[in-house]
């Protein structure tokens, strides 16, 4: 009752600080960070009919992680004066990403190949990781500090003024891509199905990859490098509901942001007062799950 109080604006100042300025921007950053990193890895699995991609795995948030960094190493940079700015670098740096991607795994005969997509999303993901952990070695101990976190999950950006700035990529994207659902679930039949039906296949993949990078990017520019949870939040899913993206898309959002909420939390409670973040959680529930997912598709 009295934390019922405190969110109507009657409770003490003590409280109100503690509930409305610090508790409850971070729960926002963690859901919103956890719909959009659901939904993202579930427009790459059906983009790459791969149900192991996700933004991580991909290499995209490798992608944004040395776009931040770069853009750390030009100066003596506190990241919290650019608040405005690292979604936009973070961005930058996935669709760069995504767009070697695609000129890499583009044939003139064969078009756009998923396979392709995710063998040198992998291979760009160790490179990029490895640049990114090259630049820090130029960096002061502060810069250092960031990115190591960022690196690891860390959800640093827990104010107010950051959930202004993801809120409205989330508000956006995610409602044309639940209205893109029948192109999606046409992306997921074969080829000449989709091309009898009139769907222009280069096309819809480029546009709904660029929106699945532009939800990916924004997430992990405030919430860190996190992995796993576009994979699991849509297999489970699917799991739940069926294919059908009319159907799980919604289930995963919820599922993403449940996942995000409870990681957090638990990270939280581990090794007071700093905490343990976040991605590492996630990591420690999801490496499992991929293993699992991974000898469940050879099997098949």
Do not use: C
């Amino acid at each position: 009752s009295q934390i019922l109080k405190t969110l109507m604006g009657q409770g003490e100042g003590a409280e109100q600080l503690i509930l409305i300025d610090f508790r409850a921007p971070r729960v926002v950053i963690t859901l919103l960070a956890g719909v959009a990193l659901s939904v993202s890895g579930a427009i790459l699995q059906s983009v790459t009919k791969n149900p192991l991609a996700e933004p991580g795995i991909l290499g995209i948030n490798a992608g944004s992680g040395f776009a931040i960094a770069l853009f750390i190493s030009i100066g003596q940079i506190n990241a919290d004066q650019f608040i405005y700015i690292l979604p936009l670098i973070s961005l930058l740096g996935g669709l760069a990403t995504a767009l070697f991607i695609f000129v890499f795994s583009y044939s003139g005969q064969k078009g756009l190949s998923p396979a392709s997509m995710v063998l040198v999303g992998v291979g760009l993901s160790a490179a990029l990781s490895g640049g990114a952990l090259t630049l820090m070695s130029t960096f002061d101990r502060d810069q250092s500090e960031f990115i190591a976190t960022w690196l690891a999950g860390n959800i640093w950006g827990d104010s107010w003024p950051f959930v202004w700035v993801f809120l409205p990529w989330v508000v956006l994207l995610i409602p044309f891509l639940i209205y893109r659902s029948d192109v999606l679930n046409i992306l997921n039949t074969d080829e000449l199905s989709s091309i009898s039906l009139g769907v222009n296949l280069n096309r819809e993949r480029f546009i709904l990859v660029i929106v699945s990078v532009a939800l990916s990017s924004a997430a992990v520019s405030v919430a860190g490098a996190i992995g796993f949870i576009g994979l699991m939040g849509p297999h489970i899913a699917k799991s739940l509901i069926g294919p059908r993206h009319q159907m799980f898309l919604p289930i995963a959002i919820l599922i993403g942001a449940i996942l995000m909420v409870i990681s957090d939390t638990i990270g939280q409670m581990i090794l007071q007062p700093s905490g343990v973040p976040t991605g590492i959680v996630v990591a420690v529930i999801g490496a499992p799950y991929f293993l699992y997912l991974m000898y469940r598709t050879r099997s098949v």
